[in-house]
């Protein structure tokens, strides 16, 4: 089993920046390969970004590369999502994942464990 839980969420001006964090526990952290996620109201949860166990080949959605940064610290068994000039439509829940299988692409049903997300809103 893991657990993960989300935290620095907030209330942003549309340009600003936040930092997510999602600490993981229960499995050792290196053997893990991490996602985040995204879901707004009425709409299906979509990729964001996902980082190998190595930390290298980070991957992106369109929608957010050039502005979102993934990063791991396997010391303090924590992965990042840092977001940098948001945009309204960044609007919704963001979750950590992970998986058995070493997988940091895009589909969200190849992901065993989430966490209770943390809600961004990107003021106009």
């Given at each position: 089993?893991?657990?993960?839980?989300?935290?620095?969420?907030?209330?942003?001006?549309?340009?600003?920046?936040?930092?997510?964090?999602?600490?993981?526990?229960?499995?050792?952290?290196?053997?893990?390969?991490?996602?985040?996620?995204?879901?707004a109201p009425?709409?299906?949860?979509?990729?964001?970004?996902?980082?190998?166990?190595?930390?290298?080949?980070?991957?992106?959605?369109?929608?957010?590369?050039?502005?979102?940064?993934?990063?791991?610290?396997?010391?303090?068994?924590?992965?990042?999502?840092?977001?940098?000039?948001?945009?309204?439509?960044?609007?919704?829940?963001?979750?950590?994942?992970?998986?058995?299988?070493?997988?940091?692409g895009s589909?969200?049903?190849?992901?065993?464990?989430?966490?209770?997300?943390?809600?961004?809103?990107?003021?106009?």
């Amino acid at each position: 089993q893991v657990q993960l839980e989300e935290s620095g969420g907030g209330l942003v001006q549309a340009g600003g920046s936040l930092t997510l964090s999602c600490a993981a526990s229960g499995r050792t952290f290196t053997t893990l390969a991490m996602g985040w996620f995204r879901q707004a109201p009425g709409k299906v949860r979509e990729f964001v970004a996902g980082i190998p166990i190595s930390g290298g080949s980070t991957n992106y959605a369109d929608s957010v590369k050039g502005r979102f940064t993934i990063s791991r610290d396997n010391g303090k068994n924590t992965v990042y999502l840092r977001m940098n000039s948001l945009k309204p439509e960044d609007t919704a829940v963001y979750h950590c994942a992970t998986n058995r299988r070493g997988y940091y692409g895009s589909s969200r049903h190849l992901y065993d464990y989430w966490g209770q997300g943390t809600q961004v809103t990107v003021s106009s």
